[in-house]
């Protein structure tokens, strides 16, 4: 009776048309958050963007009323230049003139933004011949890594979710989707505890002009692979240890990236999410496969081995009662009764 109902044009009619409202007031939502991100961002910005301007157009006036031999023209030529080296990561200022932008670590540190679209912009190739290597570097690198993080996040969670959670089921017999949710909690507890508010407190001290704010809206800029290189770590006058220093970042970014996805995938597991995320996905066909669903998801890193933990944990629910049938298929007097 439900088979025949699952296979009614009618049910599916339905199921199509509730799917696509569901898909309209996703995009009517999303432009308005849109909408009201920037409305929030240019009530907060805009007064602060026309104080600086007020501040420089004043410093610049007083700069030409105290040198009268230079001419407005020629500073704004200067200022055109210095601005454009800037933009390569390259400045004039003397406290920071040290900081090679092209030396081993930094450009370890230049490729790993690279390849993990984080990007921060505040060092770019200089050279028409590194722009061409860069563009053929990422063609190739960026789903090289894509690659490299879905197998490697699908292989950690194994260990980090799966396992954890089906011992916890099967060992004391609490609910499976209750476990996985308070799994999910603890596990982006300790994540954001370790690549968030640590790292935090450990780049406020580094870096002597960050504060803990700035140093933790570093971390998630980062880790977020939003990369506005407003603050870039390892660029301030005098830094020790540059080379080693930038060398950690590195290793901190590309683990924290790691563990994100590692916990973005066990949100992304969870019965409820899962629910939630297709009610906006087009229903499929009964004949179509269901690893289509899975092939297609490109918020999830799921693959075939959580179908195969379920049948395994199937198989151990079912064991005892397996054995029980073993032993009374036997008649008291040793014989077997068929």
């Known amino acids: 009776m439900l088979h025949s109902l699952s296979g009614n044009p009618?049910?599916?009619?339905?199921?199509?048309?509730?799917?696509?409202?569901?898909f309209i007031f996703l995009v009517f939502g999303y432009l308005l958050y849109l909408l009201f991100g920037a409305v929030v961002f240019s009530s907060v910005e805009r007064p602060y963007e026309d104080l600086l301007r007020q501040d420089?157009?004043?410093l610049k006036r007083r700069f030409l009323q105290e040198n009268e031999c230079l001419t407005e023209q020629r500073l704004e030529q200067f200022l055109v230049r210095v601005l454009e080296a800037s933009n390569y990561g390259v400045t004039v200022l003397n406290n920071a003139s040290g900081n090679w932008n092209w030396d081993f670590t930094s450009a370890l540190f230049f490729t790993?933004?690279?390849?993990?679209?984080?990007?921060?912009?505040?060092?770019?190739?200089?050279?028409?011949?590194?722009?061409?290597?860069?563009?053929?570097?990422?063609?190739i690198g960026i789903p090289f890594t894509l690659l490299f993080l879905t197998a490697l996040v699908q292989r950690i969670i194994l260990y980090v979710?799966?396992?954890?959670?089906?011992?916890?089921?099967?060992r004391w017999g609490f609910s499976k989707q209750l476990v996985a949710v308070v799994h999910a909690l603890v596990l982006g507890f300790i994540t954001v505890s370790c690549f968030f508010f640590i790292p935090a407190a450990v780049f406020s001290v580094l870096e002597e002009d960050w504060n803990f704010l700035e140093s933790f809206y570093f971390c998630f800029i980062s880790l977020?692979?939003?990369g506005l290189g407003d603050?870039?770590?390892g660029e301030g006058y005098n830094q020790k240890f540059r080379q080693l220093y930038k060398l950690g970042i590195t290793c901190y970014?590309?683990?924290?990236?790691?563990?994100m996805l590692v916990v973005l995938e066990t949100f992304c597991?969870?019965?409820?999410?899962?629910?939630f995320r297709k009610m906006f996905y087009l229903k499929k066909n009964k004949d179509e496969d269901q690893e289509n669903i899975v092939e297609h998801d490109q918020l999830s890193f799921s693959s075939i081995s959580d179908q195969a933990a379920s049948l395994k944990e199937e198989q151990k629910l079912n064991e005892p009662f397996v054995t029980l049938q073993a032993v009374g298929s036997y008649s008291t007097d040793g014989s077997i009764n068929h």
């Open 56 to 58: 420089l157009v004043e």
């Open 253 to 259: 970014l590309l683990l924290g990236l790691v563990a």
């Open 224 to 226: 977020s692979t939003i």
């Open 112 to 139: 790993s933004t690279v390849l993990s679209t984080t990007g921060y912009g505040h060092t770019a190739p200089l050279s028409d011949g590194g722009k061409t290597f860069c563009i053929i570097y990422s063609v």
């Open 161 to 170: 979710t799966r396992q954890p959670v089906l011992y916890i089921h099967l």
């Open 10 to 22: 009618c049910v599916r009619l339905v199921d199509g048309n509730r799917s696509a409202w569901c």
């Open 231 to 233: 603050y870039v770590p």
């Open 269 to 275: 597991e969870l019965q409820e999410i899962k629910k």
